[in-house]
């Protein structure tokens, strides 16, 4: 905010201000003028994102370098091994590993990255209602983390300095029964927290309802379920709003959904109209008092923190979260025709810094 202000221009002062320092994103002029001698298919594919939004990155990004893949993160569920206890009771079993790690954020353009098994976001945990849940954390990076479980647990396992904070090479096991269901986050909950959080030691952390603990609701609760045939008609996300702090100013200069600035608009993300879409979306944005998610031509249900069964706001088209809320969305295309639909934060710089994504909604075919 202090430097918007002494740039003078408010809010185009800060995003001029911001693309000076970033050559790697630039306006569709731009990017025009930059790309030597693109593919007929590249042409076309600028030409239908120039038309839905105008203004992304310019060349791509590395995936197999940085080791993990945006779209592949979109519905990685990570439900760790399972056991049975003595007492029948199921433990799911996670190892999760903190190491530093350079990634590229936008082409070119590489961030020094602290990360859980060396991604960010770190895997969607996935478990089930009621069920133990043991992770074992190993700190192979430079600094002292934790993990910071957003859940029910006690306070000596609440992944702060003195409870299950750990040094550089040491380890932690953190335990504890799932509860509530819900789209749920972890993070780094060593100080400096902004830092720690910003460097990107987060990740999604999803509890599926338990159907038989729900008898009045079992049949909503069965379709939140992973492997039920309920939950099997549904195509289901997982969206981590994230930023970073290139220059380390406190401000951010790249946003994304799960890291990559722009992945999803220069590879929308594919939806078979045919089934509905319910996505699990969490806001981890350091330095930005809020994040928010607009969905272009279509409107959705919303469950605030995803912890009740019937949603907590209806029919609305934006939903705003400041940093650690979450919730899920339903939506259905079923009755839109086919086409490129897009949805990114609704404050404006957060688009053109890479927080815009689109949706391809073809007619009950999946890629
Ligand atoms: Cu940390």
New binding site residues.
Partial sequence: MIRRLLLGGGLWGGVLGTLAALPAIRSTHAQHASTAHPSAGAQDKMAAHASHGGMTTVGEVDDARNGFDPHAILTAWDTGTVHQEADGRTVRHYTIV?EDREIEIAPGLFFPA?TYNGRVPGPTIRVIEGERVRVLFKNH?S????IHFHGIHAARMDGVPGAGEVPPGGEFVYEFDAFPFGCHLYH???VPLKR??H?G?YGAFIIDPDPARHPEAADAARGRLLGTPENGRWQELVMVMNAFDTNFDEENEVYAVNTVAHAYAKRPIVIDKTRPVRLYLINVTEFDPINSFHLHGNFFDYYDHGTTLTPTSRTVDTVMQCQGQRGILEFSFERHEPGIYMCHAHQSEFVELGWMSLFDVRAGAMA
């Fill in positions: 903190a602290w990076g600094h002292p983390h934790s780094c909950h060593t720690h959080i460097k030691l």
